[in-house]
C-alpha cells in the first residue's frame, strides 16, 4: 500500500538558494574580480560611525582582496556645508545634519550607482577649507565613509551594505586624540575640548543610524588587560549581525576549534550570544586576544574557494592575528556573500 505523499511547504531561503544555484554555478570557476570587473553593477557599502572610531580599519581586508582598480572610498567629510571658521562662527558641529549636504550626496550617490561621473567636493582637513571639487568616476565597489552614510531614506535605498562601527567611549577618545594630533596635527587639549562639544550631537544624529546597520561592530579594550590593547593593539571586538536573509549555497566559514585549541599558545577568547540593538536581536560574535595564524588561514582558504580568488592571504606573514583582524576577515566575506547574491540572483529578487 502506497502512502500518501503529503506537500511540506519549502523555506523561501531553500527556494531562494535553488535559484541562485543555478546562475552561481555557471560562474563558480571564474574568480570573482573578474566578474565584478566585467558587470555594470555598482556595490555600495556604507560605514558609519563618529570620528577617529576605525571606520576605515574595518574595511581594509576588502581594499587588499579587491585592489584600488575595483574599490574606492569617498569620505563624506567632503559633504561638509561649512568650513571649519564658518562651523565656529555658527557654533555648529559637523555632526549637525544642517552642517552637511545631504541632497547633493542623493545626488551624487544615486549618479554614481550609474556609473556616471561627478564633480566630488573635497574637504580639506589640514587647512580646515575646501579645495577645489574634482571629477570622480565610480569603482565596482564603493565605500563610503562618515558620520551619516545611512542618515536618510534615499541614502539607505541607494546603499547595498551597511556598516556601523560602535567603540566604546573610552577606547575612541584614544583613539581620536591620537589621529588628531599625529596625523592632522591639531592640539591634544583642542581635540579633548572639541570631542566634549561634539558628544552631545554624536548621540543625537549618529549613533541612531546603528539601527538601520546590517552588521555593527562594537571595539572594547582586551580583557586581558588596557595595556594590551594600547601596546599591542589587541581588543574585544564584537561583531554583531543581522541574520541572512538572503543566501547563496555554500556560504559557511568554518572555525576548526580542535587547530584552535591545539595550535593557539596565547590567550584568546570566542564568545557567541544574542545581543539586542536597538530593539533588534542580532548574532554577537566576540573574539578577544590573538588566534595562531593556521586557524586563520582556513577562514582565507575558504573564502578563496568560495570565490575563486587567489590567492587570498590576507594575514600570511603574521605568526599570530588579532581579534579585530580576524573580525575583519569574517565581515569581509558577509559583504562579498551579499555582492555575490545580487550577481546570481534573479533580477527580480535582488535586494536593494
Same mark, same amino acid.
Given at each position: 500500500?502506497?502512502?500518501?505523499?503529503?506537500?511540506?511547504?519549502?523555506?523561501?531561503?531553500?527556494?531562494?538558494?535553488?535559484?541562485?544555484?543555478?546562475?552561481?554555478?555557471?560562474?563558480?570557476?571564474?574568480?570573482?574580480?573578474?566578474?565584478?570587473?566585467?558587470? @555594470?553593477?555598482?556595490?555600495?557599502?556604507?560605514?558609519? =560611525?563618529?570620528?577617529?572610531?576605525?571606520?576605515?580599519?574595518?574595511?581594509?581586508?576588502?581594499?587588499?582582496?579587491? =585592489?584600488?582598480?575595483?574599490?574606492?572610498?569617498?569620505?563624506?567629510?567632503?559633504?561638509?556645508?561649512?568650513?571649519?571658521?564658518?562651523?565656529?562662527?555658527?557654533?555648529?558641529?559637523?555632526?549637525?545634519?544642517?552642517?552637511?549636504?545631504?541632497?547633493?550626496?542623493?545626488?551624487?550617490?544615486?549618479?554614481?550607482?550609474? =556609473?556616471?561621473?561627478?564633480?566630488?567636493?573635497?574637504?580639506?582637513?589640514?587647512?580646515?577649507?575646501?579645495? @577645489?571639487?574634482?571629477?570622480?568616476?565610480?569603482?565596482?565597489?564603493?565605500?563610503?565613509?562618515?558620520?551619516?552614510?545611512?542618515?536618510?531614506?534615499?541614502?539607505?535605498?541607494?546603499?547595498?551594505?551597511?556598516?556601523?562601527?560602535?567603540?566604546?567611549?573610552?577606547?575612541?577618545?584614544?583613539?581620536?586624540?591620537?589621529?588628531?594630533?599625529?596625523?592632522? =596635527?591639531?592640539?591634544?587639549?583642542?581635540?579633548?575640548?572639541?570631542?566634549?562639544?561634539?558628544?552631545?550631537?554624536?548621540?543625537?544624529?549618529?549613533?541612531?543610524?546603528?539601527?538601520?546597520?546590517?552588521?555593527?561592530i562594537k571595539i572594547s579594550y582586551s580583557k586581558y588587560g588596557k595595556s594590551v590593547s594600547e601596546e599591542k593593539n589587541i581588543y574585544q571586538?564584537?561583531?554583531?549581525?543581522?541574520?541572512?536573509?538572503?543566501?547563496?549555497?555554500?556560504?559557511?566559514?568554518?572555525?576548526?576549534?580542535?587547530?584552535?585549541?591545539?595550535?593557539?599558545?596565547?590567550?584568546?577568547?570566542?564568545?557567541?550570544?544574542?545581543?539586542?540593538?536597538?530593539?533588534?536581536?542580532?548574532?554577537?560574535?566576540?573574539?578577544?586576544?590573538?588566534?595562531?595564524?593556521?586557524?586563520?588561514?582556513?577562514?582565507?582558504?575558504?573564502?578563496?574557494?568560495?570565490?575563486?580568488?587567489?590567492p587570498i592571504s590576507i594575514y600570511e606573514n603574521h605568526p599570530y592575528v588579532t581579534a579585530g583582524e580576524t573580525v575583519q576577515l569574517i565581515?569581509?566575506?558577509?559583504?562579498?556573500?551579499?555582492?555575490?547574491?545580487?550577481?546570481?540572483?534573479? @533580477?527580480?529578487?535582488?535586494?536593494?
Amino acid at each position: 500500500m502506497m502512502g500518501k505523499a503529503v506537500r511540506m511547504p519549502v523555506p523561501t531561503e531553500i527556494l531562494t538558494s535553488a535559484r541562485a544555484h543555478h546562475h552561481h554555478s555557471r560562474m563558480k570557476q571564474r574568480d570573482f574580480k573578474d566578474v565584478i570587473a566585467k558587470s @555594470p553593477y555598482i556595490f555600495t557599502i556604507g560605514v558609519a =560611525g563618529d570620528s577617529g572610531s576605525g571606520k576605515t580599519t574595518f574595511t581594509q581586508v576588502l581594499r587588499t582582496i579587491f =585592489g584600488s582598480d575595483l574599490i574606492s572610498t569617498i569620505t563624506l567629510d567632503d559633504y561638509h556645508r561649512y568650513d571649519r571658521r564658518e562651523r565656529s562662527e555658527r557654533k555648529i558641529t559637523p555632526l549637525a545634519p544642517e552642517a552637511n549636504r545631504f541632497d547633493l550626496l542623493e545626488e551624487h550617490l544615486a549618479a554614481l550607482k550609474e =556609473g556616471r561621473t561627478i564633480e566630488k567636493p573635497v574637504y580639506n582637513h589640514t587647512t580646515g577649507m575646501f579645495d @577645489p571639487p574634482e571629477p570622480f568616476s565610480p569603482t565596482k565597489i564603493l565605500i563610503l565613509e562618515g558620520l551619516h552614510p545611512f542618515f536618510t531614506p534615499r541614502l539607505r535605498e541607494l546603499l547595498d551594505f551597511k556598516l556601523y562601527v560602535d567603540p566604546d567611549p573610552d577606547v575612541k577618545r584614544t583613539w581620536k586624540i591620537r589621529r588628531d594630533v599625529e596625523k592632522r =596635527g591639531y592640539r591634544r587639549d583642542d581635540v579633548i575640548e572639541e570631542m566634549a562639544e561634539r558628544e552631545p550631537d554624536y548621540q543625537k544624529y549618529v549613533a541612531p543610524q546603528c539601527a538601520y546597520a546590517d552588521a555593527v561592530i562594537k571595539i572594547s579594550y582586551s580583557k586581558y588587560g588596557k595595556s594590551v590593547s594600547e601596546e599591542k593593539n589587541i581588543y574585544q571586538v564584537t561583531l554583531c549581525q543581522s541574520k541572512l536573509d538572503r543566501t547563496i549555497r555554500e556560504v559557511e566559514l568554518s572555525i576548526d576549534l580542535l587547530s584552535l585549541l591545539s595550535l593557539s599558545e596565547r590567550a584568546f577568547m570566542l564568545e557567541y550570544w544574542i545581543d539586542e540593538i536597538n530593539g533588534r536581536p542580532m548574532g554577537a560574535l566576540s573574539f578577544d586576544g590573538e588566534l595562531n595564524y593556521d586557524v586563520i588561514r582556513k577562514l582565507e582558504k575558504r573564502v578563496e574557494s568560495q570565490t575563486h580568488i587567489h590567492p587570498i592571504s590576507i594575514y600570511e606573514n603574521h605568526p599570530y592575528v588579532t581579534a579585530g583582524e580576524t573580525v575583519q576577515l569574517i565581515l569581509s566575506w558577509r559583504i562579498i556573500n551579499r555582492r555575490i547574491f545580487i550577481e546570481t540572483a534573479e @533580477p527580480a529578487a535582488v535586494e536593494q
